[in-house]
C-alpha cells in the first residue's frame, strides 16, 4: 500500500506552504489523475472532488507564513508534508473547509487504525520528511506516482481556495489573480502599498 505525498506554494512571496498525503486503494480512477501544474482548473477541481470521496485516505496540512520565514520554505514544506500524513492517519470525519479561517489540517480516512504495516510513502522532490513508515523521495514523482498526483493535486487545489480566501481579505495584493507566486504585478502591490499580513518576510521582492 502506497501514500503520496506533495507540496504547493514553495515559491510564492505571500501566504503558506500547503502539502497533502493521498492513499488512493485499488479501484480508484487514476485515469482521472495528472500532474496538478499540467491540468486546467476546472479538472483539478473535479479531480479534488472525487479524490475526496474515493480515496481511501487523504490528509492536508499546512505551514504557515511565520513558520517559512522562521525555519525557511524547505524544513516548512517538508513540515507541512508531516503534518499532512499526520493527519491522513488520524482524521476523523472532517469535511472539506468553505469559508477558511485560517490555515487548518483536515482529511478523512476509510483506513482502520493504526495505518497497515505494509504501508510507505513516496514524496515529490528531492527530500523526505519525517513520518514513521519508508519514505522514498522521487524528483518528478508528481508526474510518474499516481498517489503523489492526486496529492499534488489536493495540495494545489487547497492552498488556491485558501488563497482566494485572503484576496478576499487583503484586497489590495490580487492574490486571486497570482496567488501569492512573484508576478510583476504582484511585486509591484508589494512596493505600493507594503507587505500584506501574510507576507514571507525572508524572501526577497526585488
Known sequence: MLCGIDEAGRGPLAGPVCAAAVILGDVFPRNILNDSKKMSAARREEARRIICAGALAWGVAWAGHKEIDEINILQASLLAMKRAF????????????FEM???????????????????????????????????????????????????????????????????????????????????????????????????RMSFKVR
Not at 177 to 187: E, L, Q, V
Open 86 to 97: 499526520e493527519q491522513l492517519a488520524g482524521a476523523g470525519k472532517a469535511a472539506w473547509p
Open 101 to 199: 479561517s485560517g490555515e487548518i489540517s483536515f482529511g478523512s480516512s476509510l483506513l482502520p487504525l493504526p495505518l497497515p504495516s505494509d504501508l510507505s510513502a513516496v514524496v515529490d522532490g528531492l527530500y523526505s520528511p519525517d513520518i514513521p513508515i519508508p519514505c522514498v523521495p522521487m524528483v518528478k514523482a508528481d508526474a510518474r506516482v499516481p498517489e503523489v498526483m492526486a496529492a499534488s493535486i489536493l495540495a494545489k487545489t487547497a492552498r488556491d481556495m485558501l488563497m482566494d480566501h485572503y484576496a478576499r481579505l487583503y484586497p489590495a495584493y490580487g492574490y486571486e489573480k497570482h496567488r501569492g507566486y512573484p508576478t510583476r504585478d504582484h511585486r509591484e502591490r508589494i512596493l505600493k502599498f507594503g507587505p500584506s499580513p501574510i507576507q
